[in-house]
T-cell receptor
Framework: GNSVTQMEGPVTLSEEAFLTINCTYTATGYPSLFWYVQYPGEGLQLLLK?????DKGSNKGFEATYRKETTSFHLEKGSVQVSDSAVYFCALRSSGGSNYKLTFGKGTLLTVNP | NAGVTQTPKFQVLKTGQSMTLQCAQD?????MSWYRQDPGMGLRLIHY???????DQGEVPNGYNVSRSTTEDFPLRLLSAAPSQTSVYFC???????????????FGPGTRLTVL
């Protein structure tokens, strides 16, 4: 079955530090890959996505590249801000016309200090 | 658009009580789903639906029932609450366009349930 493994947290950084959150996956075929963000007390929001190998998703200064050879989709940001403090989830959706279910990693809590 | 709405935001139950968590969306999405979020476990799929009258089980369906009588609503029923069902519950919905990369899932704000 499908699975997503992401870096255990919590991660604590100072403002303007570089961020990497690792994510690897197991799936058959060519899944779509996503990063969701959950701010305190809120639901999940889509941060970025990539639907095929070598695609780079980007949003709000965050980037992730779909690497099929290493089955990875690591999240990066060059300079984090206090407002980036949140829980980040890596997720995949299988390829195939009728499969819309998401499989999530366990989440990584990021705290950015001023 | 209100997006995906969930009620209530918070609920406390006693063991054995029943209740229904409400979920509604106004985006005409075909696909709707329920997840539970537990510390260190990420989100796990409980039930999902691909249209009115069609539902199916996810990863952790035991103790929960769902129905989908309209496109807009997808209630989740706890028949006899247990402490193991203490969790945060999220409803999500999306379009179902085959082969499209635009089937983003939109999440509601969640219901925090405590079972004593």
């Amino acid at each position: 079955g499908n699975s997503v493994t992401q870096m255990e947290g919590p991660v604590t950084l100072s403002e303007e530090a570089f961020l990497t959150i690792n994510c690897t996956y197991t799936a058959t075929g060519y899944p779509s890959l996503f990063w969701y963000v959950q701010y305190p007390g809120e639901g999940l929001q889509l941060l970025l996505k990539a639907t095929k190998a070598d695609d780079k998703g980007s949003n709000k200064g965050f980037e992730a590249t779909y690497r099929k050879e290493t089955t990875s989709f690591h999240l990066e940001k060059g300079s984090v801000q206090v407002s980036d403090s949140a829980v980040y989830f890596c997720a995949l959706r299988s390829s195939g016309g009728s499969n819309y279910k998401l499989t999530f990693g366990k989440g990584t809590l990021l705290t950015v200090n001023p | 658009n209100a997006g995906v709405t969930q009620t209530p935001k918070f609920q406390v139950l006693k063991t054995g009580q029943s209740m229904t968590l409400q979920c509604a969306q106004d985006m005409n999405h075909e696909y709707m789903s329920w997840y539970r979020q537990d510390p260190g476990m990420g989100l796990r799929l409980i039930h999902y639906s691909v249209g009115a009258g069609i539902t199916d089980q996810g990863e952790v369906p035991n103790g929960y029932n769902v129905s989908r009588s309209t496109t807009e609503d997808f209630p989740l029923r706890l028949l006899s609450a247990a402490p193991s069902q203490t969790s945060v519950y999220f409803c999500a919905s999306s379009y179902m366009i085959q082969g499209s990369s635009y089937n983003e899932q939109f999440f509601g704000p969640g219901t925090r349930l405590t079972v004593l």
